[in-house]
Structures are given as structure tokens and as C-alpha cells.
């Protein structure tokens, strides 16, 4: 039986001397590392809803174990319908940081609440979510020379509210989005 590398960077192993099984499925092998340009790491902000399905766990392993090519600014967090509210999701992402052993990275709290509920009290001094909005839009302005890379793995209502509140963040970024509720309406 032919065994999948689910680690970043790890290739497929070999198949058996007597090959595969008949009709078993091939693996392929791993796609090659990400390559940031010549003496330049990527920009990211990873904003997670960490606590609600474990393909986040995973993604912002892969973005902190992956310094050479990410530099991960910093991570905010949402919540969705599983895995409770902010604070369990903070603390989901905090246990990764941990595991990680990447405890000082900026980790931020974010919406409790949907976009619709939030958006009208943006202009307030403290609205839901605003450590992480302003955190997303500090980060945006942050570097002229580079865009920002925005990697929303769950509901987007931190990146809709911080674009809603800051537009000109929108020329300063680049979202690169695991997520949709298609064909569905919804966030």
C-alpha cells in the first residue's frame, strides 16, 4: 500500500519493490516548497477560525515551520458556527503557537460577530473585532514595497470589515482565500 506524506516538504515514498496494487490509487508526488523572490520573504497575515475545523491547525503550522519563505506578521482570529466563541478560537490558535513553539507571534482576537452586525459600528472607537481589523490594516500600510499577503482559512468578516474601514488597503494587499459557501449565500 502506497503511503501519502502529509508534512510539509516531504515527498511521496517509493512503492513497493513489487509495485503498486493493482488499482491502487497512485500518490503524486508533493508539490515543491514555496520559493519566495531572491533575499525576500513573503509577507502573510494568517486570519483563522482556528478552533472549528483542523485544516487550520495545519495551514498555520505550515506558515510558522515555513520562516524561510513566510514571514508571518501576525494572526487574527474569527469565529464561526463550530468550535465556539473568540475566545476558544485565541486559545486554538495559541495551543498551535505552542506546539509550534512560536509563542511571541502577534496573535489577535477578531469578530464574535458577522459582518452585518459589525460593519455599522466601525466608526466607533471599540467595535467587535477591532484588534484584529486594525491590526490587518496596520499591517496592510505597513511595507510600501511589498503587498501584504492576507490568508483568510475561514469566514472573511475581519478582511470585509478591515477593507470597509481603510479601502486604500485594498491596492496594499493580496488575499489568497481557502474558503467559500458557494452555492450558498453567506459570508
Same mark, same amino acid.
Given at each position: 500500500?502506497?503511503?501519502?506524506?502529509?508534512?510539509?516538504?516531504?515527498?511521496?515514498?517509493?512503492?513497493?519493490?513489487?509495485?503498486?496494487?493493482?488499482?491502487?490509487?497512485?500518490?503524486?508526488?508533493?508539490?515543491?516548497?514555496?520559493?519566495?523572490?531572491?533575499?525576500?520573504?513573503?509577507?502573510?497575515?494568517? $486570519?483563522? $477560525?482556528? /478552533?472549528?475545523?483542523? $485544516?487550520?491547525?495545519?495551514?498555520?503550522?505550515?506558515?510558522?515551520?515555513?520562516?524561510?519563505?513566510?514571514?508571518?506578521?501576525?494572526?487574527?482570529?474569527?469565529?464561526?458556527?463550530?468550535?465556539?466563541?473568540?475566545?476558544?478560537?485565541?486559545?486554538?490558535?495559541?495551543?498551535?503557537?505552542?506546539?509550534?513553539?512560536?509563542?511571541?507571534?502577534?496573535?489577535?482576537?477578531?469578530?464574535?460577530?458577522?459582518?452585518?452586525?459589525?460593519?455599522?459600528?466601525?466608526?466607533?472607537?471599540?467595535?467587535?473585532?477591532?484588534?484584529?481589523? /486594525?491590526?490587518?490594516?496596520?499591517?496592510?500600510?505597513?511595507?510600501?514595497?511589498?503587498?501584504?499577503?492576507?490568508?483568510?482559512?475561514?469566514?472573511?468578516?475581519?478582511?470585509?470589515?478591515?477593507?470597509?474601514? $481603510?479601502?486604500?488597503?485594498?491596492?496594499?494587499?493580496?488575499?489568497?482565500?481557502?474558503?467559500?459557501?458557494?452555492?450558498?449565500?453567506?459570508?
Amino acid at each position: 500500500m502506497t503511503t501519502l506524506a502529509l508534512a510539509a516538504g516531504c515527498s511521496s515514498p517509493a512503492p513497493a519493490p513489487d509495485g503498486p496494487a493493482s488499482g491502487a490509487p497512485q500518490a503524486s508526488p508533493s508539490p515543491p516548497a514555496p520559493q519566495a523572490p531572491a533575499g525576500q520573504k513573503i509577507r502573510v497575515l494568517v $486570519d483563522t $477560525d482556528a /478552533n472549528n475545523e483542523l $485544516d487550520d491547525q495545519h495551514a498555520l503550522a505550515y506558515a510558522l515551520f515555513n520562516g524561510d519563505v513566510f514571514d508571518v506578521e501576525g494572526i487574527t482570529v474569527n469565529t464561526t458556527r463550530g468550535g465556539g466563541n473568540i475566545d476558544a478560537q485565541v486559545a486554538e490558535a495559541r495551543r498551535v503557537l505552542t506546539l509550534c513553539t512560536l509563542e511571541n507571534t502577534v496573535l489577535k482576537p477578531g469578530a464574535n460577530g458577522s459582518f452585518t452586525q459589525i460593519r455599522p459600528h466601525l466608526g466607533e472607537a471599540t467595535f467587535d473585532g477591532a484588534d484584529a481589523v /486594525n491590526f490587518i490594516i496596520e499591517r496592510a500600510h505597513a511595507a510600501a514595497e511589498s503587498k501584504l499577503v492576507l490568508l483568510p482559512i475561514g469566514k472573511l468578516t475581519n478582511v470585509a470589515l478591515a477593507l470597509v474601514k $481603510d479601502p486604500s488597503i485594498a491596492s496594499k494587499v493580496r488575499i489568497v482565500w481557502l474558503g467559500s459557501n458557494y452555492p450558498e449565500k453567506g459570508e
